[in-house]
């Protein structure tokens, strides 16, 4: 398992302070200043030398938006196709090998609040699901799941053997909140029964997930996340790792510092120890500590440091442990 961090931005003073509490891996969406469709080459290879030239490895691209047009199958999918493949290959080729992706509809990850206040004063973002049963559709009215699957299938046909050419892996990350609908729009990817239908669309061994576990911890599907991490690892399906916790399930929640949740974290990690589970493992949404502006809710920096050093326990806790 490598501790990998997604600075914003990923500028060179946050590169060193991710190199000084021993950081191995950084995460990193869009190159700063790359507007055009498809994702540029040079720009690519640039940011990752970059980042190299801290001391540190550019894993994983989080993540190449899919369209809604290839989302609902609506004119101009296919081009929108074409440019996904293309900015996927430039990703390979640049020595990406990672690409965390998403299928979530009109919206990406939603809360309901972003400053709540947690433990200690701690903004934290929430989620509650009867604020949102009133809320007005999107433009795209009502979205069915049987449409979206639909066109996941055929995004996924499209493009997974481009990232078998690239040699890039797809890590799928959940809907989030993993509830549906919301405003009228399906949210199919909420529960581990979704992922192994998934991974059975295309028994490929670059598609994969985005093990999210605080996306897991409120599936309702899911009552034990130490056991879903064995289950999806122990197929070789955990590409890349989200470590956070919420208070509890859905309908509603709120994010929780990474060592006060109800998830056995400890569990979580002798978990990953017991797969051989060998990629990068990032800590995501911590709550804006003292200090901080909020600009970014659930991507300042203090809480990920802490993040880091609580991992950083666990993970020796557990070989400690395995010995």
């Known amino acids: 398992m490598r501790i990998a961090l997604m600075p914003v931005p990923p500028d060179d003073s946050a590169l060193r302070l991710a190199a000084q509490i021993g950081v191995s891996d950084i995460v990193c969406g869009r190159p700063a200043g790359d507007c055009d469709p498809v994702w540029d080459y040079l720009s690519l290879l640039q940011l990752r030398q970059r980042i190299e030239a801290a001391g540190l490895r550019l894993s994983v691209i989080e993540s190449i938006p899919v369209s809604d047009n290839i989302k609902l199958g609506l004119p101009g999918r296919d081009e929108d196709l074409n440019h996904f493949c293309e900015s996927l290959a430039n990703v390979g080729a640049a020595g990406i090998p990672l690409l965390c992706y998403n299928f979530m509809t009109a919206f990406g990850w939603l809360r309901t609040s972003l400053a709540d206040r947690g433990r ?170 003292e200090g901080e502006s909020n600009e970014h809710p659930g991507y300042m920096l203090l809480g990920k440091i802490f993040a880091v050093g609580y991992m950083r326990g666990l993970i020796e806790a557990s070989a400690a442990a395995s010995d």
């Not at 995004?155 to 009228?184: T, Y």
């Not at 599936?219 to 056991?227: E, G, H, N, Q």
């Not at 974290?265 to 500590?289: E, S």
């Open 120 to 289: 200690g004063g701690a903004l934290v973002s929430s989620y509650r699901h009867e604020l949102m049963r009133h809320a007005p559709h999107t433009e795209y009215g009502e979205v069915s799941e049987e449409r979206l699957w639909q066109n996941f299938e055929y995004f996924l046909k499209r493009v997974l053997p481009v990232a078998e050419r690239a040699g890039v892996k797809l890590a799928l990350h959940p809907d989030d909140p993993p509830i549906s609908p919301i405003r009228g729009i399906a949210r199919i990817m909420r529960s581990a029964a979704a992922f192994r239908r998934v991974i059975e669309l295309a028994p490929s061994p670059y598609n994969g997930l985005t093990f999210c576990q605080g996306n897991f911890a409120a599936m309702s599907d899911v009552t034990d996340v130490p056991a879903a991490i064995r289950e999806f690892g122990g197929r070789e399906k955990i590409f890349f790792a989200h470590f956070r916790d919420v208070s509890s399930k859905v309908p509603d929640f709120d994010e929780v510092f990474h060592d006060e949740g109800p998830t056995d974290m400890l569990a979580c990690m002798r978990a990953y120890l017991d797969i051989g589970f060998q990629g990068p493992v990032r800590p995501d949404h911590a709550p804006t500590l």
